[in-house]
């Protein structure tokens, strides 16, 4: 059964960039979109984007320009570049799998089945 | 402002049957499937309920989903102390080509 180790530096100074990997370890990697998702202190959940085995992302549009996701299959990792980071981008950063359902015209997501420890991350001069 | 819209808290004494609604659009429930997540106080999500009302593996009966149109609920009955949770509906968004969650709703067990 896959589960899902998260890492990544806590603290953060504005205009510094946010780093985090997350360790697929004990599964496939193949055939999931594997995903980053943040809640900031006291709110609910946001998409951040997504990569699937073969390095094809998709963004969030409201933070696509400052966001990068990449995978490493061989070590079954997948990590998270954020850019420019604010006060605002203080959060618990959530890495999570997504399975998905392969229908006749395409593939469609499905649900966020296996989730990580989440890494609380602060901004702060 | 969160695309899909949840009550932000319900309740319910031990014993009885709550429901949580989460409406959306087109674009995202009334076109795609409807998720929903439980998360405990200092946890990460677990996922509920799947594709609108299929419990994920382990969860218990108590829990159900339902579907009606662009809206979703989710039902707690015989409810129980532990259940006492924030709960977060979720689906894809056609339109935006994004993840789109409720903005979570707070369940207290009175």
Redesign the interface.
């Known amino acids: 059964q896959v589960q899902l180790q998260q890492w990544g530096a806590g603290l953060l100074k504005p205009s510094e960039t946010l780093s985090l990997t997350c360790d697929g370890y004990g599964g496939s990697f193949s055939g999931y979109y594997w995903s980053w998702i943040r809640q900031p202190p006291g709110k609910g959940l946001e998409w951040i984007g997504e990569i699937d085995h073969s390095g094809s992302t998709t963004y969030n549009p409201s933070l696509k320009s400052r966001v990068t996701i990449s995978i490493d299959t061989s070590k079954k990792q997948f990590s998270l570049k954020l850019t420019s980071v604010t006060a605002a981008d203080m959060a618990v950063y959530y890495c999570a799998r997504m399975d998905r359902i392969v229908v006749i015209n395409g593939i469609l997501h499905d649900a966020f089945d296996i989730w990580g420890q989440g890494t609380m991350v602060t901004v702060s001069s | 402002q969160?695309v899909l819209t949840q009550p932000p808290s319900a309740s319910g004494t031990p014993g009885q049957r709550v429901t949580i609604s989460c409406s959306g659009s087109n674009s995202n429930i009334g076109s795609?499937?409807a998720?929903w997540?439980q998360q405990l106080p200092g946890t990460?999500?677990?996922?509920l309920i799947?594709?609108n009302n299929q419990r994920?593996s382990g969860v218990p009966d108590r829990f159900s989903g339902s579907e009606s149109g662009s809206s979703a609920s989710l039902a707690i009955s015989g409810l129980r102390s532990e259940d006492e949770a924030d709960y977060?509906c979720?689906s894809?968004d056609d339109s935006?080509?994004?993840?789109?969650?409720?903005?979570?709703t707070k369940l207290t067990v009175l």
């Open positions: 969160s795609n499937f998720y997540y990460a999500p677990k996922l799947y594709r994920s977060y979720a894809w935006l080509s994004v993840v789109v969650f409720g903005g979570g």
